[in-house]
């Protein structure tokens, strides 16, 4: 039985090999072109962030119409592409193709999406511009919570976290956090809550958070023009 069925499986081997000799011969380009799309790390990482991006916004307008505020709108937002750098060396800056003639202003909000935060213009110059994200120790921003606006303070860093929340308060996990200074667009989606423990002080809470995406697949930002 065993000879059989390594004899089957030769035979099985033998025909693969023959038939998909015959394709690349006729159309090697084709078939490397489907291999290769098939198999493209890069448009399934696209494919991903773009999914990400419309269910943040789908999240973020939903909170919106249950606490009665208005997002920013399409029109108010300038679209601008993120340039590449050495991967080993993004922590927490991206550069944008949009400068001071194309009207981008320093401190200018720039979104992830139309309705998720990731950072600041910071450096500005004619032609470019360096943007300051939420991965930035620099990086502070007054924030609310959940369906019960609960406040706390957004610190930036390599993992940004939300601390000086009210230990009273009943923060759980998967809660909404947006934007709720007078520096951006009220409302504008941070993150969700990941994880809720009692700070250092022992005084209040804080929350890690899990951000809508990662920054080394952000290719395209949306600077808001006017506030």
Same mark, same amino acid.
């Given at each position: 039985?065993?000879?059989?069925?390594? *004899?089957?499986?030769?035979?099985?081997?033998?025909? *693969?090999?023959?038939?998909?000799?015959?394709?690349?011969?006729?159309?090697?380009?084709?078939?490397?072109?489907?291999?290769?799309?098939?198999?493209?790390?890069?448009?399934?990482?696209?494919?991903?962030?773009?999914?990400?991006?419309?269910?943040?916004?789908?999240?973020?307008?939903?909170?919106?119409?249950?606490?009665?505020?208005?997002?920013?709108?399409?029109?108010?937002?300038?679209?601008?592409?993120?340039?590449?750098?050495?991967?080993?060396?993004?922590?927490?800056?991206?550069?944008?193709?949009? *400068?001071?003639?194309?009207?981008?202003?320093?401190?200018?909000?720039?979104?992830?999406?139309?309705?998720?935060?990731?950072?600041?213009?910071?450096?500005?110059?004619?032609?470019?511009?360096?943007?300051?994200?939420?991965?930035?120790?620099?990086?502070?921003?007054?924030?609310?919570?959940?369906?019960?606006?609960?406040?706390?303070?957004?610190?930036?860093?390599?993992?940004?976290?939300?601390?000086?929340?009210?230990?009273?308060?009943?923060?759980?996990?998967?809660?909404?956090?947006?934007?709720?200074?007078?520096?951006?667009?009220?409302?504008?989606?941070?993150?969700?809550?990941?994880?809720?423990?009692?700070?250092?002080?022992?005084?209040?809470?804080?929350?890690?958070?899990?951000?809508?995406?990662?920054?080394?697949?952000?290719?395209?930002?949306?600077?808001?023009?006017?506030?």
């Amino acid at each position: 039985m065993k000879k059989y069925l390594i *004899g089957l499986i030769f035979l099985m081997m033998l025909f *693969g090999a023959v038939f998909f000799g015959k394709v690349i011969v006729r159309k090697p380009y084709a078939l490397m072109g489907a291999i290769s799309e098939m198999f493209s790390v890069r448009s399934v990482i696209d494919e991903q962030t773009k999914l990400r991006k419309e269910n943040a916004d789908l999240r973020a307008q939903l909170l919106a119409a249950t606490l009665g505020y208005v997002l920013p709108q399409r029109q108010s937002l300038m679209e601008a592409k993120v340039f590449s750098v050495n991967p080993f060396n993004v922590k927490n800056r991206i550069f944008i193709d949009k *400068g001071s003639r194309d009207g981008v202003t320093k401190g200018a909000p720039v979104l992830f999406s139309d309705s998720v935060l990731l950072g600041y213009v910071g450096r500005i110059n004619e032609s470019q511009s360096e943007v300051v994200t939420v991965f930035d120790p620099a990086f502070s921003l007054a924030v609310r919570i959940g369906e019960n606006e609960i406040d706390g303070l957004l610190e930036g860093g390599v993992n940004p976290r939300v601390g000086l929340i009210d230990r009273q308060k009943d923060v759980r996990a998967s809660d909404s956090v947006y934007a709720a200074s007078s520096q951006v667009p009220y409302g504008l989606l941070i993150g969700f809550v990941q994880e809720v423990a009692v700070d250092d002080s022992n005084a209040f809470l804080q929350a890690s958070l899990e951000l809508p995406y990662a920054l080394l697949d952000v290719r395209d930002v949306f600077i808001v023009r006017t506030l």
